[in-house]
T-cell receptor
Framework: EAGVAQSPRYKIIEKRQSVAFWCNPI?????LYWYQQILGQGPKLLIQ????????DSQLPKDRFSAERLKGVDSTLKIQPAKLEDSAVYLC???FGGGSQETQYFGPGTRLLVL | GDSVTQMEGPVTLSEEAFLTINCTYT??????LFWYVQYPGEGLQLLLK?????DKGSNKGFEATYRKETTSFHLEKGSVQVSDSAVYFC?????????FGTGTSLTVIP
């Protein structure tokens, strides 16, 4: 079974530029998560989708971050414009359902450096 | 708010030593608790979980018991191997929110 795919793996941009990350979850997984992991910290949940609907985006900085999952499969996370403090690894995860006992499967992450 | 506090590292042990990584949590309601592991160059993966008080999660020789009275979920292994070298994250879920600890780096030397 193929795992969670993410691209690109690395991205370097200058502040105020825009950037987008892509995630393809495990086939059949209805729930998709985006996390931000700043160096030395644990992952922080940004947004959770169930199929193509948003379940929780309370920690997403909506003035600059946006995410979509239009067809309920793959997803894109965008930052516009980027700030220095957005430098982090962006992790995508998926699970079959959204229940409290569901196992999340993580992708390899996209490492973003904002200069 | 809800949070996880995890023992800071790095931790260095000799092979076959006993491992404990402490994790305590603050949460309203009844969270589920998890330990995730990240091996060098790989993504996060679930190591074990417990969904209610007194449950014990176990996998690959690792164990953790959900202690409601002490709000803890300490990770233990009786005899570590070099291949256990990784970063370990404690996490909790309440409702639709997940909270991760800062991670503990473990290095096991032969």
């Amino acid at each position: 079974e193929a795992g969670v795919a993410q691209s690109p793996r690395y991205k370097i941009i200058e502040k105020r530029q825009s950037v987008a990350f892509w995630c393809n979850p495990i086939s059949g997984h209805a729930t998709l998560y985006w996390y931000q992991q700043i160096l030395g910290q644990g992952p922080k949940l940004l947004i959770q989708f169930q199929n193509n609907g948003v379940v929780d985006d309370s920690q997403l900085p909506k003035d600059r971050f946006s995410a979509e999952r239009l067809k309920g499969v793959d997803s894109t996370l965008k930052i516009q414009p980027a700030k220095l403090e957005d430098s982090a690894v962006y992790l995508c995860a998926s699970s079959f359902g959204g229940g409290s006992q569901e196992t999340q499967y993580f992708g390899p992450g996209t490492r973003l450096l904002v200069l | 708010g809800d949070s996880v506090t995890q023992m800071e590292g790095p931790v260095t042990l000799s092979e076959e030593a006993f491992l404990t990584i402490n994790c305590t949590y603050t949460a309203t309601g009844y969270p589920s608790l998890f330990w995730y592991v990240q091996y060098p160059g790989e993504g996060l993966q679930l190591l074990l979980k417990a969904t209610k008080a007194d449950d014990k999660g176990s996998n690959k020789g690792f164990e953790a018991t959900y202690r409601k009275e002490t709000t803890s979920f300490h990770l233990e292994k009786g005899s570590v191997q070099v291949s256990d070298s990784a970063v370990y994250f404690c996490a909790l879920r309440t409702g639709n929110q997940f909270y991760f600890g800062t991670g503990t780096s473990l290095t096991v030397i032969p």
